[in-house]
T-cell receptor
Framework: GDSVTQMEGPVTLSEEAFLTINCTYT??????LFWYVQYPGEGLQLLLK?????DKGSNKGFEATYRKETTSFHLEKGSVQVSDSAVYFC????????FGPGTRLSVLP | KAGVTQTPRYLIKTRGQQVTLSCSPI?????VSWYQQTPGQGLQFLFE???????NKGNFPGRFSGRQFSNSRSEMNVSTLELGDSALYLC??????????????FGPGTRLTVL
């Protein structure tokens, strides 16, 4: 079946460091891909999405490119802030959403 | 536009009891999906309702059920609660079906604790 694999962390970075969270997927067909973020005590918020191969999603300085050849959708940000501390979920949506296990990010001042 | 609301936010029950959780989607959204989130299993899809019909179902026992009303509000019910049902239950709504790249908007969740 469809599945998503992502680095589970936790990932700890200093403020202004470069962030990469790897995400790879297995799916039949051509799913849409998403990154969601969950701040403490809250539900999930959409961070960015890409609906077809080679699309780049971007939001709030975060970027991810839909790579069909490597079945990947890695999340990147050039300079993280303390306020980016959260759990990040990679997900795909062929029919219903399939989420990865989440990656906890802690950014230290 | 109001977001997805879930009630109650917190719930404590004992084993063997049943519980009903409620979700009100964003106005105009017809699709409502439910997820269970636990530290061990992560986010797991329970079911999706679209226009009062269950469209998809995850791999959960029959103790977990749901329904959707004509105003798109949805409820999920868990009968004969077990300790392992303790989790954060998240509801998400979208304007069309949950697939096809349509963004899902999540509520804050209901934290269920089974003692």
């Amino acid at each position: 079946g469809d599945s998503v694999t992502q680095m589970e962390g936790p990932v700890t970075l200093s403020e202004e460091a470069f962030l990469t969270i790897n995400c790879t997927y297995t799916a039949t067909g051509y799913p849409s891909l998403f990154w969601y973020v969950q701040y403490p005590g809250e539900g999930l918020q959409l961070l960015l999405k890409a609906t077809k191969a080679d699309d780049k999603g971007s939001n709030k300085g975060f970027e991810a490119t839909y790579r069909k050849e490597t079945t990947s959708f890695h999340l990147e940000k050039g300079s993280v802030q303390v306020s980016d501390s959260a759990v990040y979920f990679c997900a795909l949506s062929p029919l219903n959403f399939v989420f990865g296990p989440g990656t906890r990010l802690s950014v230290l001042p | 536009k109001a977001g997805v609301t879930q009630t109650p936010r917190y719930l404590i029950k004992t084993r063997g009891q049943q519980v009903t959780l409620s979700c009100s989607p964003i106005s105009g959204h017809r699709s409502v999906s439910w997820y269970q989130q636990t530290p061990g299993q992560g986010l797991q899809f329970l079911f999706e309702y679209f226009s009062e019909t269950q469209r998809n179902k995850g791999n959960f026992p029959g103790r977990f059920s749901g329904r959707q009303f004509s105003n798109s509000r949805s409820e999920m019910n868990v009968s004969t609660l077990e300790l392992g049902d303790s989790a954060l239950y998240l509801c998400a709504s979208s304007s069309l079906t949950g697939g096809d790249g349509n963004e899902q908007f999540f509520g804050p969740g209901t934290r269920l604790t089974v003692l």
